[in-house]
Structure formats: C-alpha cells, structure tokens
C-alpha cells in the first residue's frame, strides 16, 4: 500500500493513495479563514468510523436486517499535552430500519471491532473505544 502526499500552498496537501482517489489535507485554519481539507486527526477519526461501519454495514445485510438508514456518531477525546494523541472514542451506531434485530447489531458491531476492523485494531493499543447502538424504526 502506498500514498504521496503534495503540498498545494501554505499548510493545504493533496493526498493520492493506491486507490487513486484525492484526499484534500489542511490544518485548522485562523479564525475567518476556510481550511481545504481534514486534519490528519480528523481522518484518524473518520478512518475508524469507516472502518468498522463498512464491516457492520455488510453484516447486518448479510444478516438480512432491513435496514434504510445508517451512520455512526464519533467523538474522541485527545490528550492536552503534545503530541495530543487520542485517549479515547465513543462511537454510537445508528441504524434505521424495519423490525431491526438488536441481537443482530450487537453481534455485528462485536464481529467488527473483535475480527474485521484493521482500524480498531490498531488504535485500540492506544485508546480506549467505546460503543453503543441506536434503532430507529421506520
């Protein structure tokens, strides 16, 4: 696996990963000013969120759930000295649905952070994750 990352101007990079899709990278930007891109520790987070949402997402329709809507809600917590590294994360499944089975998502969201998700696997080592789950029936 392989990515090049470019510097556009000031502190906005162009990322460019196997895949071939872009990524626009930034810093927070100065108050009045629109940064062009994600933090690195916002796709850290995001990076986790996607990771195991694709696994749960796969699972619940393997599982055949019937589902209409889905997202995950994260929030992490970093350290307050450098180099800020993340403490913990919270995350909150949401799925929409009919007559979801929540045996089915509480076992899909343990196969992900247990066995599939690469992401988890790597970042619990440094921070503690949390999970729950929501059901919204429609």
Not at 2 to 15: E, M, R, S, Y
Not at 26 to 35: K, N
Not at 121 to 134: N, P, V
Request: some cysteine; glycine content about 6%.
């Amino acid at each position: 696996m392989d990515a090049v990352i470019t510097l556009q101007d000031n502190f906005h990079f162009k990322a460019v990963a196997d895949s071939g899709f872009v990524v626009d990278l930034d810093t927070r930007a100065p108050e009045g000013e629109m940064g062009r891109g994600a933090t690195p520790m916002e796709m850290v987070m995001i990076s986790l969120a996607g990771c195991t949402a694709m696994d749960v997402v796969s699972i619940l329709r393997k599982k055949r759930q019937n589902m209409t809507g889905f997202e995950i809600r994260i929030h992490g917590d970093r350290a307050t000295d450098h180099p800020k590294v993340f403490t913990d994360f919270e995350m909150e499944y949401v799925v929409r649905g009919v007559d979801i089975d929540p045996a089915a998502v509480e076992r899909a969201i343990q196969l992900s952070m247990d066995t599939y998700c690469s992401v988890h696997a790597m970042l619990e080592k440094a921070a503690a994750i949390r999970t729950r789950f929501t059901i919204i029936e429609e």
